[in-house]
């Protein structure tokens, strides 16, 4: 270092410098250290009465804890004592209650053994239940079948009986001299009235007369009168093409090709009343759909009662949607009033009476035995219970004896 330099570094004077600032900077630390404790000391001072209220304040919930846990000591030994007590009771209960337990368990799995011996008895049975089902099934299926084809049969007719009241209607309007309104009827059946009817007096005459006629031959039966007055027609066609007279009043009583007329016995002359009631009261308890169909179960009353009640049956079910119990109900009350009303075929009481006593012959299922003549008319035949119920609700076996 040059020697000009040395000497401004290293002079007397600079040594007092730098020892006076050394000296001013402690004393500088000094006073701030004092500042700083006078501070903390003011800090200290000013906190004093909150922590002393602190502490006051922990030394008051301390003895509210204690005075608290003294006061509960008691009521928690009582409540330990009651436990212990109860405890006790229920070990008591335990130990009597036990045989009871125990017998309860064994009357269970004696209850067990015997319901299991019950469903191995009553195996054999419940297969026979399940063939019988399975057979009543198939009898089902046919009476279905024959339903069906009787509802067609059914339907045919009402089309051919609508078809004739508005022939019918049609007619007596052209005669009242209402040919519009004829026509117009006419046309709402689906039909078309000829212009030999519409224009000549004595071919409408005519056939006014024929279908009066046919009325009175076949009541409650369209399809034959329509028959007898499509062979009149065609008959007076012939008539016409021969030169003969039109409107032969005699014409009627000769019509080529007329249905038979049905024959009305002596009994269904006096009985006709009745048959009215048993008509009226099949269609009001809704077990025949309509008349003709409750006409139908009438006759059917006398040449085969059990075929009538399976009818009825059947349309009571439909009518109770279905009701099994409902729908036998029914069917009891209309085999009642029509035994009542003496419209079943009654037993021939010339009939001569067997030499011996014969048991009848046990029949395949679904199908219906020789009826007993110990068993009333109009008694119906279950083939499932192989028992005859009369139309009062009588039970008899297939011999004929009532049972007990």
């Keep these: 270092m040059p020697s000009d330099l040395r000497f401004i570094d290293e002079n007397p004077a600079m040594e007092a410098f730098r020892r006076g600032q050394a000296v001013a900077q402690q004393q500088q630390a000094a006073d701030l250290a004092i500042e700083g404790q006078i501070v903390q000391n003011a800090e200290q001072f000013a906190g004093a009465p909150t922590r002393l209220r602190t502490i006051n304040a922990n030394a008051d919930t301390a003895r509210a804890n204690a005075d608290v846990a003294v006061r509960t000591v008691q009521p928690r030994v009582s409540q330990a004592q009651s436990s212990a007590s109860l405890a006790g009771t229920n070990a008591d209960v335990a130990r009597q209650t036990a045989p009871y337990t125990v017998q309860n368990a064994q009357n269970s799995a004696r209850t067990g ?6 469903a191995v008895g009553t195996v054999p049975y419940t297969i026979e239940n399940a063939r019988s089902g399975s057979r009543l099934n198939a009898v089902n299926a046919d009476v279905g079948e024959r339903s069906a084809d009787a509802r067609v049969r059914g339907a045919n007719a009402g089309a051919v009986s609508a078809e004739m009241q508005g022939f019918y209607k049609s007619l007596d309007l052209l005669n009242a001299g209402q040919t519009e309104a004829a026509v117009e009827v006419a046309s709402q059946y689906g039909q078309e009235i000829p212009q030999e009817v519409l224009n000549n007096g004595e071919v409408r005459a005519a056939v006014t007369r024929a279908a009066k006629h046919s009325q009175e031959l076949y009541p409650n039966r369209p399809r034959d009168q329509q028959a007898f007055i499509q062979g009149f027609i065609k008959d007076m066609a012939e008539r016409r093409a021969a030169g003969q007279p039109v409107n032969d009043p005699t014409a009627v009583y000769g019509v080529t090709g007329a249905p038979s007329v049905p024959e009305i016995s002596t009994t269904e002359q006096t009985q006709k ?75 021939n009481p010339a009939a001569p009476a067997p030499a011996t006593p014969q048991q009848p012959r046990a029949p395949r299922y679904g199908q219906t035995p020789a009826q007993p003549a110990s068993v009333p008319a109009g008694s119906a035949f279950s083939p499932s219970r192989k028992m005859w119920r009369s139309p009062d609700g009588q039970l008899f076996d297939e011999a004929g004896r009532p049972a007990q």
């Design 113 to 118: 053994e015997a319901n299991a011996d019950v």
């Design 273 to 347: 009343p009745a048959d009215v009631a048993i008509a009226e009261w099949l269609v009001a308890n809704k077990v025949a759909p309509n008349a003709q169909a409750a006409w139908e179960m009438v006759r059917q009353s006398r040449s085969n009662p059990m075929l009538m009640r399976t009818q009825i049956y059947n349309n009571a079910l439909r009518s109770t949607f279905g009701n099994p119990e409902k729908a036998e109900e029914i069917t009891t009350k209309a085999m009642q009033f029509i035994g009542q009303a003496g419209t079943a075929q009654p037993a």
